[in-house]
Each structure stands twice: as structure tokens, then as C-alpha cells.
């Protein structure tokens, strides 16, 4: 078995050139997931009459079925999906021209909202109940007591978690190469293919998602630390 | 499109191999949760040596994708093992897949565990000492109870891709669900993919929704007079 270092260490820069769309995909699903998890969740806690069973069943399905199935029916479905809303209400929102970055961005959306959503569950359940009394007592909206009470002590039990997450999605975002995203994985295999270098390659795509995750971890740490002072004892 | 007794056919053919996928997850899950119970305890405790081994650890475990972990431990165990002239290359590889998720799972799940500890009020210990229980009585009394609670969507989370996960095992020659479902569209040249990816993602959806019934039922017992805030 021949391994040829210097291809390996000759297209480094290509394979790194890709990092960035792997991180916009990877960044911008998370923190839209964020956003729809969190609705999804109140949905659930609360106990909304009819999006309460439609939240578990959305939860349900995207959490049962393989990411790249999901990315396939975006994939072949979405356009349809806009054809049929062009029609229905009168839009003009253009189909053929869609970027395969928008179906990754809502294939990957769509896929971590479900497993955020069961983490920031388990993350306001931790937060005693007599918080949220106490902060109506003093006159609070629910809004108010959920930005300034609720969440600042839910983020500190969810943020390991979030780490989790995160990193699945990264190495997910490998997946994208199905609707033709060019990332990281994606560069690897194409400049494998020349002259069948695949171990060398992947050995380069490794290497970068072991460094952004790396640095990713280390991020997530010195946020949990940050939000932990709240917590500062005196005794252990 | 197929018939029904097509359909059924298969579906027995796949479920023929559901065990092989159950024991793969099972003994890596419940090996997992063992490892990442150490893992976790290691961190909480922050001494200096082992916090920064377990940190390292779970860096790794974390970072690199499960196929890569599952070729380094099916052809590099044995090698290494042969080092010290232990001969495992007649082991039946469910073994080396087991061996590969635990791993990868006990990171993953150390961070769960170690989130949910934290999570529960230091003024529970403080109680629980105070009415004279010992360290390892308000543990496994008081404070364990309330964190499995807290844990257990997440643990629920890190299940349902371990389940996923186990689909990697055809790679090196474990014929489960997936391989099955491989070794069927091999055979008939690619005629019905469609509809057999399609029965194995629902097969897939039927176990999740088992798993996510367990979880919850998990939850009811365990977040019993909870008071949370959703009035």
C-alpha cells in the first residue's frame, strides 16, 4: 500500500478551501434549528391542542428516517412543493434556478430542529418551576421571564448537548454532496478520483473536521463556562 | 410497483436480521452508558492528568466519523494485539462493531450524563447530607433519580443515532438490517429500489418510534412530581 504523502500534502489547500461552505451550512442549520426547536418545544411543553400531536409526529418522523432519505425528498419534492404554492396562491417565486445550498440549508434545518428540540426540552424542564412563579410574582410577562429567568439557566444544562449536536451536524454535512453542494467531503472525492487517491484524501478531510471540530468544542467549553458563573458556590 | 406479497416477503427477509441490529445497539448502549458514566465522572471531578486523557478522548470520539473509528478498530486492533500475541482475527466482527460504538456512544454520552448532573441543585446534596445520608446515599437516592430525568431526552437523542449508526456495520461484513436490505437490491440489479428503501427507512421509523415509547414511559416514572414551567 503506497501512500502518497505529497498528493496528500499538495491538495491541503483545495480540500481547506471547502471548510467554509461545510461551516456555512453547519452554522446557519444549527442556529435556524435553534429557532424552530424552540418553537417546536414550547408547542410541546405547553401543550398547544392540534401542533402539540403535530409536533411529535414531526419530531418522530425526522429523528426515525435516515438524513440522506430527507435530503432526497427536499431535494426532488421542494421544487414541486413551490410549483403547487405558484399555482394555488399566485406567487412568482422562481424554481429553476434554486441553488443546491438552499435545499442542503433546509434538509439540514429541518433534520437537527427535531433533535434540538428534545434538548431544549430537557433543558427547561431542569429549570425549577418556582422560577417562573417567582418571576410573575413580580409582575414579569411569560416573554420577559423566559429571556431574562428561564433561558440564562436552561443554557447552561443545554450547551453540552448543543456541543453533541453540533458536531453530528458537521460530519452530516457530508451528506450534502447528494444535491450537489461542494463541500469538504465533497472536494476530496473529486480530487481523489483523478488518480484513485482516496485514502490520502480522506485522510486530508479528516484532518479538517478533526481541527473545526476541535475548535468548535472549544468554543462550546468557554461559553459553558462563561454562563456557569451564575452558579458559583461556596462550598463544593 | 410491487404487491402485497412481495412486500411482506421482504419485510420478513429484513426482519430476519432485526436481532443482529438489536444486539449491536443494545451491547454497545448499554457498554456506552458504562464507559460514559466513568467519562463523566472524570469531568465533574476535574483532577488535572485524567481530566485532560478523558478530554482528549471524548475530542476524538467526538470529532471523527464513526466509519473512520469502525476500519481503525476492525483492522488495527488485531494488529495491535498481535503485538503482545493475542490472535482475535477469527472473532466475529459484531464483536469489533460493538467494541467501535461503544466507544464512539460513551463520548457522546459522558457529555449527557455530566450535563445532567450539573443540572440538579447542589441543594439537594446539601439536604440529603444534612439528614445524615453518605455521599454514595444521596447519590444514588436523590440526585441519580432526578438527573436520569433530566438526561433522558438527550439519552433518547444519542439512542436514535446509535440506531442509525449500527447501518455502518455492513462495511465490515455484518449482514443486519441494512446489509440485508444491501445484499437485496445487489441481487435483484437495482429493479425495486425505491420501494425497498423506502420499507427499510419505515423499518427504521418503527423502531424509532419503540424507542421514543420507552423513552417517554422512562419520563412519566421519573419526572414524577416535577413542577416545571409550563403552568
Known amino acids: ?236 | 410497483m410491487f404487491n402485497m406479497a412481495d412486500i411482506i416477503r421482504l419485510i420478513f427477509r429484513i426482519i430476519d436480521k432485526l436481532p443482529i441490529t438489536l444486539t449491536i445497539m443494545i451491547a454497545s448502549l448499554f457498554l456506552g452508558l458504562l464507559l460514559g458514566l466513568l467519562l463523566a465522572a472524570v469531568k465533574i471531578k476535574q483532577s488535572r492528568i485524567p481530566n485532560a486523557i478523558v478530554t482528549v478522548y471524548v475530542s476524538f470520539m467526538r470529532c471523527t466519523p464513526p466509519l473512520v473509528q469502525l476500519f481503525l478498530v476492525f483492522y488495527g486492533l488485531p494488529q495491535l494485539l498481535m503485538l503482545f500475541n493475542i490472535n482475535i482475527n477469527d472473532w466475529d466482527p459484531v464483536i469489533f462493531a460493538i467494541i467501535t460504538f461503544s466507544m464512539n456512544s460513551a463520548a457522546f454520552l459522558s457529555e449527557v450524563m455530566r450535563s445532567a448532573y450539573l443540572a440538579v441543585d447542589r441543594g439537594q446534596q446539601e439536604a440529603a447530607l444534612s439528614v445524615g445520608m453518605s455521599n454514595i446515599q444521596s447519590f444514588i437516592s436523590i440526585i441519580l433519580p432526578q438527573a436520569f430525568g433530566i438526561a433522558l431526552p438527550n439519552l433518547g437523542n444519542n439512542l436514535i443515532i446509535l440506531l442509525k449508526e449500527t447501518s455502518l456495520a455492513f462495511t465490515i461484513g455484518i449482514t443486519d438490517i441494512m446489509g440485508q436490505v444491501n445484499i437485496i437490491c445487489a441481487n435483484s440489479q437495482g429493479v425495486n429500489q425505491l420501494e425497498i428503501y423506502l420499507i427499510i427507512a419505515l423499518i427504521y421509523w418503527v423502531i424509532c418510534i419503540a424507542i421514543e415509547k420507552g423513552i417517554a414511559f422512562l419520563e412519566h416514572n421519573y419526572t414524577r412530581g416535577h413542577i416545571g414551567i409550563a403552568s
Open chain 1, 1 to 236: 500500500m503506497n501512500f502518497d504523502i505529497d498528493f496528500a500534502i499538495r491538495t491541503f489547500p483545495t480540500v481547506l478551501k471547502a471548510a467554509p461552505m461545510t461551516l456555512l451550512i453547519a452554522v446557519i442549520s444549527m442556529l435556524l434549528g435553534l429557532l424552530l426547536g424552540f418553537l417546536i418545544t414550547l408547542c410541546r411543553m405547553y401543550k398547544v391542542p392540534v401542533l402539540n400531536k403535530l409536533a411529535a409526529l414531526y419530531v418522530s418522523f425526522i429523528r426515525g428516517t435516515p438524513l440522506l432519505v430527507q435530503i432526497y425528498v427536499i431535494f426532488f419534492g421542494l421544487p414541486t412543493f413551490i410549483n403547487y404554492l405558484n399555482q394555488a396562491m399566485n406567487w412568482h417565486i422562481p424554481v429553476n434556478n434554486i441553488s443546491p445550498l438552499v435545499f442542503a440549508l433546509f434538509a439540514f434545518t429541518l433534520n437537527t430542529t427535531a433533535y434540538q428540540s428534545e434538548t431544549i426540552r430537557s433543558a427547561l424542564s431542569a429549570v425549577d418551576g418556582g422560577q417562573m412563579e417567582a418571576a410573575y410574582s413580580v409582575g414579569m410577562t411569560t416573554l420577559q421571564s423566559f429571556t431574562r429567568i428561564i433561558i440564562p439557566q436552561a443554557l447552561v444544562v443545554a450547551l453540552p448537548n448543543f456541543g453533541n449536536i453540533f458536531l453530528g451536524l458537521i460530519k452530516g454535512t457530508s451528506l450534502a454532496f447528494a444535491v450537489r453542494v461542494v463541500e469538504i467531503l465533497a472536494v476530496a472525492k473529486i480530487e481523489a478520483g483523478d488518480g484513485y487517491k482516496y485514502l490520502e484524501m480522506y485522510l486530508d478531510a479528516s484532518i479538517i473536521y478533526w481541527i473545526m471540530c476541535f475548535l468548535f468544542e472549544k468554543l462550546f467549553i468557554l461559553l459553558e463556562n462563561r454562563l456557569k458563573r451564575y452558579k458559583i458556590e461556596i462550598t463544593t
